[in-house]
């Protein structure tokens, strides 16, 4: 993938846990960038959208942020629900397509 | 309350062809851009088609140009998705996806994914 994730990352409950998205000046650097929870064996669901907005019912304890080409999706407060994979995407003008990074596994030890 | 319902996915065999609708509901459906995204078994995901609303801009990714074709109809509240030339790389779960306005990659509803098998 052009966007670059952590295949994995884990953290004990209450913990806080970030995951990043590394990406170049024709997407994330340019282009807002959108997060996805997908459950085990569940469609994805929009976490964060336009880089660190919540849809409604989306916890306070999912934050994202962005810096130049890179952006980073925060949770706080780790519950044991949380495990699942992560997604990051973004548009790219260069491509003129949606990319999504390759996913980040959380385990909650 | 938002519904995306998709249909039309099965087993193929290579080189066939299949036709993939998504049947809307709960909200005005000619708003709204729509995509396609599929998920390989195991893999992450993967964008697919892009359709604006007054259908006038659509956007591939390459490895289904010329192959692939998204449309829409809103006056039936429904996306497509005519798949042609299939292969066992386009193996997936296909999810119809709703675009926010503000984002392209922005996608706040979704389906809950149509298998698509190729294979002889």
């Known amino acids: 993938s052009v966007l670059t994730q952590p295949p994995s990352t884990s953290g004990t409950p209450g913990q806080r846990v970030t995951i990043s998205c590394s990406g170049s000046?024709?997407?994330?650097?340019?282009?807002?960038v959108n997060w996805y929870q997908q459950l085990p064996g569940t469609a994805p669901k929009l976490l964060i959208y336009?880089?660190?907005e919540r849809p409604s019912g989306v916890p306070d304890r999912f934050s994202g942020s962005k810096s130049g080409a890179s952006a980073s999706l925060a949770i706080s407060g780790l519950q044991s629900e949380d495990e699942a994979d992560y997604y990051c995407?973004?548009?790219?003008?260069?491509?003129?397509?949606?990319?999504f990074g390759g996913g980040t596994k959380l385990t909650v030890l | 309350e938002v519904q995306l319902v998709e249909s039309g996915g099965g087993l193929v065999q290579p080189g066939g062809s299949l036709r993939l609708s998504c049947t809307a509901s709960?909200?005005?459906?000619?708003?709204?851009?729509f995509n396609w995204v599929r998920q390989a078994p195991g893999k992450g995901l993967e964008w697919v088609a892009h359709?604006?609303?007054?259908?006038?801009?659509?956007y591939y990714i390459d490895s289904v140009k010329g192959r692939f074709t998204i449309s829409r109809s809103n006056s039936k509240n429904s996306l497509y998705l005519q798949m042609n030339s299939l292969s066992a790389e386009d193996t997936a779960v296909y999810y119809c996806v709703r675009a926010l306005s503000c984002c392209y990659a922005g996608f706040d509803f979704w389906g809950l994914g149509t298998l698509v098998t190729v294979s002889s």
């Open positions: 709960g909200f005005t459906f000619n708003n709204y851009e």
């Open positions: 359709i604006s609303t007054d259908y006038s801009t659509r």
């Open positions: 995407a973004a548009w790219d003008d260069s491509l003129k397509g949606v990319l």
């Open positions: 336009s880089d660190d």
């Open positions: 000046s024709s997407n994330i650097g340019s282009k807002s």
